[in-house]
């Protein structure tokens, strides 16, 4: 049975439509990790070649728009870490990229909500119920040290995408706390300062 | 040759003077750190034991309170690494319980000027290069890595003491990061996530 003219219309329409929301989010992800710019919704049509109409269909309002970035950004976090042969240490390197990103666009957010809360705690729930099972399993293969919940991971890599600086500066600060992951009873004495 | 006695009542009032400007500043230092409290002059005057005339002599305000407080704890810092016997990793945690203490206290400062940065920016300085020879020390002797920076490694903890959370819990990650320290080119081979 061949697809009615109609029906093939209203499939490209939905495609063209998806194509536009795609387009609009590259768009704005491009420009809100562009620290000189000042992000309106006229730079984000401009810079999506969508006309303003088409924008506003899709969102009403920078509030919208950048609630979907970043829900489309923890997505992308989760099915990361559910792919097949992900690894933790891969995983948090991708953490730490969207932490360093998101910043900047939870700083934005908040401008425009009265309380994050319910967009932030939502979502380190599902970071943290995906991320679990790469811990477990570095754990057990003794590739990571296994003092440490999922929770204390994440925060030390989020505190660390806090820290100002150029890239190599801090992905060599990354890399240290990446490396004190390791498991500290191989053979090895654990370095102790003296605790005061 | 005796003393006479005019200058002997007049180094017994200093004596007394400077016990009075300690006891102020203890308890001002307890009054902050007690995450519960209101920290007025009239509680850190009642928590000193001494008059409300005689705390006003010392410190005119607030701010000029909390001034000297950072300012002798960058004091106890510096000594600190230039003690005779120190080690990078001891004056890390000394460091560390600073920075954790340092936040109450930077962010009552803020409230009360109009820029920090006179204040934050010598500090740094003076801290930074207290700590070199230590960090040095630690590098030629192979305890530490020599890919970082004192900066990074400040940055690195000072980052740490911003996590949330109870002692245990942060003192965890911080154990982690500091075991992360350890020079990474001895024998073990350096855990790497791919680099995205």
């Known amino acids: 049975m061949s697809t009615p003219p109609d029906q093939i219309t209203s499939l490209a329409r939905r ?3 998806e194509r536009n929301r795609d387009k609009i989010l590259a768009a704005a992800r491009s420009a809100f990790a562009d620290p000189g710019t000042e992000v309106s919704m006229a730079e984000i049509s401009r810079r999506a070649g969508v006309g ?3 924008l ?4 009403p309002g920078r509030r919208e728009l950048l609630e979907a970035l970043y829900t ?5 976090i989760c099915e990361a870490a559910e792919a097949p042969g992900a690894s933790l240490l891969s995983w948090l390197r991708q953490l730490f990229a969207f932490f360093a990103s998101k910043r900047h666009i939870a700083a934005e957010l908040l401008k425009h909500t009265d309380s994050g809360d319910s967009v932030f705690g939502g979502s380190r729930a599902r970071v943290t119920a995906a991320g679990q099972p790469l811990l477990a399993a570095a754990q057990q293969a003794r590739e990571v040290r296994d003092d440490l919940t999922l929770e204390q991971v994440l925060d030390l890599i989020h505190a660390i995408a806090t820290i100002r600086g150029d890239t190599s ?3 060599a600060i990354l890399q240290a706390a990446l490396d004190g992951l390791r498991p500290s009873t ?4 654990t370095l102790e300062g003296s605790n005061p």
């Open 186 to 189: 191989d053979g090895k004495p």
């Open 56 to 59: 506003y269909r899709n969102f």
């Open 169 to 171: 500066y801090v992905e």
């Open 52 to 54: 303003m109409a088409t």
């Open 72 to 76: 489309d950004e923890v997505n992308a």
């Open 15 to 17: 495609a063209d439509a």
